[in-house]
Antibody, heavy 118, light 107 residues
Framework: QVQLQQWGAGLLKPSETLSLTCAVYGGSFSGYYWSWIRQPPGKGLEWIGEINRGGDTNYNPSLKSRVTISVDTSKNQFSLRLSSVTAADTAVYYC????????????WGQGTLVTASS | DIQMTQSPSTLSASVGDRVTITCRASQSISSWLAWYQQKPGRAPKLLIDKASSLETGVPSRFSGSGSGTEFTLTISSLQPDDFATYYCQQYKSYSLTFGGGTKVEIK
């Protein structure tokens, strides 16, 4: 049974850097793409980016200048950093497993609400 | 980016009703479309991929159809557990994009 468990700081001040980590339990870490997706309160879903075991990444162009997704294969974990946050970055952030690069998502983390407020 | 537009944004229906949700893409995405169900406070759940392929364990009352730019998700007989918000997602090209969602409410 594949499980994604995520954690990270939930309250940030504007201009700070958001940092979240997602650990993968069960199943293989190889052969998949690992993504971050966010959802502002009461709104729809926005794809942030993805990474594979080898460190190949793809990012949403609208966030690319502020986003870094990294992977730690020794721990079966991947992480998201989003710099210079503003109130517009307030959202529930999800990690998810894609079956391939740029695909759909069977498995999701539980979500982490990140609030950017002074 | 490919824009995904869902309609309606809200739908009021009764148990037993047949429900249809539409998703339109701003350009052709062939059949590279997935549908998700999301309940409050929960992560989305994958229902359908490749426009019409039902995921294992998803009830057969859910079905998907379409190709190119127009797609539909149909629930043949709405059940109490189906009241939720539904999203489509294209995976034809980067950046992956989602529709704005359709909330299915109790009438």
């Amino acid at each position: 049974q594949v499980q994604l468990q995520q954690w990270g700081a939930g309250l940030l001040k504007p201009s700070e850097t958001l940092s979240l980590t997602c650990a993968v339990y069960g199943g293989s870490f190889s052969g998949y793409y690992w993504s971050w997706i966010r959802q502002p309160p009461g709104k729809g879903l926005e794809w942030i980016g993805e990474i594979n075991r080898g460190g190949d990444t793809n990012y949403n162009p609208s966030l690319k200048s502020r986003v870094t997704i990294s992977v730690d294969t020794s721990k079966n974990q991947f992480s998201l950093r989003l710099s210079s946050v503003t109130a517009a970055d307030t959202a529930v952030y999800y990690c998810a497993r894609g079956v391939a690069s740029g695909s759909f998502y069977h498995y999701w983390g539980q979500g982490t609400l990140v609030t950017a407020s002074s | 980016d490919i824009q995904m537009t869902q309609s309606p944004s809200t739908l009021s229906a009764s148990v037993g009703d047949r429900v249809t949700i539409t998703c339109r893409a701003s350009q052709s995405i062939s059949s590279w479309l997935a549908w998700y169900q999301q309940k409050p406070g929960r992560a989305p759940k994958l229902l359908i991929d490749k426009a019409s392929s039902l995921e294992t364990g998803v009830p057969s009352r859910f079905s998907g159809s379409g190709s190119g730019t127009e797609f539909t998700l149909t629930i043949s007989s709405l059940q109490p557990d189906d009241f939720a918000t539904y999203y489509c997602q294209q995976y034809k090209s980067y950046s992956l994009t989602f529709g704005g969602g359709t909330k299915v409410e109790i009438k």
